[in-house]
């Protein structure tokens, strides 16, 4: 949980620091994380499996969550690997410091330039399917003649079977997913494997995410059991990892109500040791990829109130300056967000309202019918539990420039990510010659 609290001005501080101050310093709209939240949520994943899981584990960040420098150096540094979907991904993960052995590169479309990047930098590489594998084998072979040539090490991505309920753009572990082999090539996949210059070290399943029940995540073991002792028994193939995905959701209103991190990993915990000890195996390596539960409640995003229009007897839209670009998931996936006014935490909620974005386009709300002690223009709206998927699905529609992000902790804040400039949006802009006047 965040460490906010209400100071004396009445102003809502994040580790210390007074939100107004910060937006004054900084700029609107200004994402803002908190460091001691993110350290804390990333204890309690590993504090977890040391206390419920008898094997090794392994957490890994699921980067795409909020891929920058600071994020992974912080997760890097307690103990975290990351998971990454692209070479940009790999190269944010690397040069904030992660340690390349415990990289994962997944994505249903890599390509080859992006997977020679992983292979040069030793990452491990979760294949999807078999272009990718047929390729990747490719590539190993014609570097097997260098003399520091050591075989590739890989997983394989799984479609699993397994349904949650959750948005449906965002369920990947149903049969009928663009993601991983399909089961009934798997037998066929071990084949290939075991003829190949890779080294494979186990396999991979992802359910989906914003997830709330647990019942998914405890079969889950159940399911990859039988393909990791198939391997073993019939294609002297002989796995140690595998990775359940990650999918745990949060708390975005308060009606949300999901586990909480321990009890999530007590539960995959027991539904692989069950499923493993009844086969008769020795307990894999268990890792696991959490991205928004481990960012998502650890950052908010304040904003500066504008205008006002009310229609009689329908609604009042309070706008801001931001919206779909900064957070495109309440109109992507119809997402719902708490918030509140920084600059009035104590006074009554007196009115109900619209948040209205910036952008043109009708569905750029934020908020759909808030409640909100009065409001001015001017006033600063903090929006909570932004950290996961909002700067990383940030977009510059409309040419709004990215906002900053601010790391904030025992009252001190460094910036993390500088706003872009007006400038900063034509920099990749190229006017032929024939067009200048
Ligand atoms: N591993 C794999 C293979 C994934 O595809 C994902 C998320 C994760 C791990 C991390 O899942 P998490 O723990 O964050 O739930 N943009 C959407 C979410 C897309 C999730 C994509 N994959 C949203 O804003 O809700």
Not at 25 to 32: D, E, K, N, R, V
Not at 362 to 386: M, R, W, Y
Request: one cysteine or more; proline letters at 5%.
């Amino acid at each position: 949980p965040l460490t906010a609290v209400v100071n004396s001005h009445d102003h809502l501080e994040i580790g210390g620091c007074d939100v107004l101050e910060l937006v004054q310093q900084y700029g609107s709209p200004l994402y803002i994380l908190d460091e001691v939240s993110l350290r804390t949520a990333c204890q309690q994943y590993r504090d977890a499996f040391a206390k419920h899981y008898q094997g090794q584990s392994q957490v890994l960040y699921a980067s795409k969550a909020w891929s920058c420098l600071a994020v992974c150096a912080i997760v890097s540094s307690e103990g975290l690997g990351i998971d990454v979907v692209s070479a940009g991904e790999i190269l944010t993960a690397l040069r904030a410091g992660a340690s390349p052995s415990l990289i994962y590169f997944h994505g249903n479309n890599k390509s080859i330039d992006e997977l020679s990047y992983a292979l040069e930098s030793s990452c491990t590489i979760v294949v999807d399917n078999w272009h990718e594998l047929k390729t990747l084998d490719r590539l190993a072979k014609e570097q097997s003649d260098i003399v520091s040539f050591h075989a590739p090490r890989i997983m394989l991505r799984l479609t699993p079977g397994i349904e949650c309920h959750t948005h449906e753009y965002i369920q990947t572990g149903h049969i009928d997913s663009k993601f991983g082999f399909d089961p009934n090539e798997i037998p066929a996949v071990f084949a290939f494997l075991s003829e190949s210059s890779l080294n494979c070290i186990g396999i991979h399943a992802h359910i989906g995410s914003q997830i709330f029940e647990l019942q998914p995540h405890q079969d889950i073991g159940g399911v990859m059991v039988q393909w990791y002792a198939l391997a073993g028994e019939k294609y002297g193939l002989h796995f140690s990892e595998i990775n359940i995905g990650g999918g745990l959701g949060i708390r975005y209103v308060e009606s949300d109500d999901p586990p909480s991190i321990e009890e999530w990993v007590k539960t995959v915990s027991a539904g692989v040791t069950e499923a493993f000890v009844t086969a008769g195996l020795p307990l894999p390596k268990l890792l696991c990829e959490p991205g928004r539960s481990l960012v998502g409640s650890t950052c908010v995003t304040a904003y500066t109130i504008g205008g006002r229009k009310t229609v009689p007897d329908i609604r009042t839209y309070v706008t801001i300056d931001g919206g779909m670009s900064d957070n495109p998931r309440p109109i992507t996936y119809q997402s719902k967000y708490r918030a509140v006014i920084a600059d009035r935490m104590g006074a009554a909620l007196s009115q109900t309202v619209t948040i209205a974005g910036k952008h043109c386009e009708s569905g750029d709300i934020l908020i759909k019918d808030i409640q909100l002690p009065e409001t001015n223009a001017g006033d600063t709206l903090v929006v909570f539990g932004t950290g996961a998927y909002n700067y990383s699905m940030a977009s510059n529609y409309n040419r709004l420039p990215k906002p900053a992000a601010v790391i904030v902790e025992g009252g001190e804040s460094s910036l993390i990510i500088k706003r872009e400039t007006r400038e900063d949006l034509l920099r990749q802009d190229c006017l032929p010659e024939k067009l200048r006047r």
